[in-house]
């Protein structure tokens, strides 16, 4: 009998250290459980904007595309007065920074009739004409005189929008008629 009550001394004496333990534990799993909820929402947030970068991406593409498409129609000698296609290139359009702050409206660029309904705003394209001659690389006789032939070169700029008006992109590309 007697060593029953010394068992019963001994639980009552560590019975607040199991309890401080307890809420240790529970406090470490609670902060391991916010840096999970932190960690998955940085996570969403990553991959919210890598889709509105591709989407950014693929309509820039697709306008890059279809102004390709367009250039194979264009008559080089007489091209038509239309917005956004240039018998010349444009004063600083070789530039990065002259693309990010032109204004792309109808004035000076053609829209796509594309609405894909998760884009802020149609992708756009600018066509420009490069002077660019070349040589016969042949052994005719105009190779032996040197004669120097105009091909037809054009620069195409597309630029596409994603789900907000914060993501943009700027594709360019130059393309050659055969």
Request: glycine share 6%; no cysteine; net charge negative.
């Amino acid at each position: 009998m007697k060593l029953l009550s010394h068992t019963n001394n001994l639980f009552r004496r560590e019975s607040g250290m199991i309890l401080l333990i307890a809420l240790i534990m529970v406090l470490i799993m609670s902060l391991i459980g916010i840096s999970a909820v932190k960690g998955t929402k940085l996570q969403e947030v990553m991959a919210g904007n890598m889709r509105d970068s591709q989407v950014s991406f693929q309509a820039a593409e697709a306008a890059l595309r279809l102004a390709e498409e367009r250039v194979n129609t264009l008559n080089p000698e007489a091209l038509p007065a239309e917005a956004g296609i240039y018998a010349v290139p444009l004063a600083g359009g070789s530039s990065h920074s002259y693309w990010q702050t032109l204004e792309w409206t109808d004035t000076n660029s053609v829209k796509l009739n594309v609405d894909l309904k998760i884009q802020a705003a149609s992708p756009r394209y600018v066509i420009e004409k490069l002077d660019v001659g070349k040589i016969i690389e042949d052994d005719s006789a105009e190779f032996n005189q040197g004669i120097l032939q105009t091909v037809p070169v054009y620069r195409i700029t597309a630029r596409g929008v994603g789900l907000t008006d914060n993501t943009t992109t700027i594709l360019q590309t130059v393309y050659r008629v055969f």
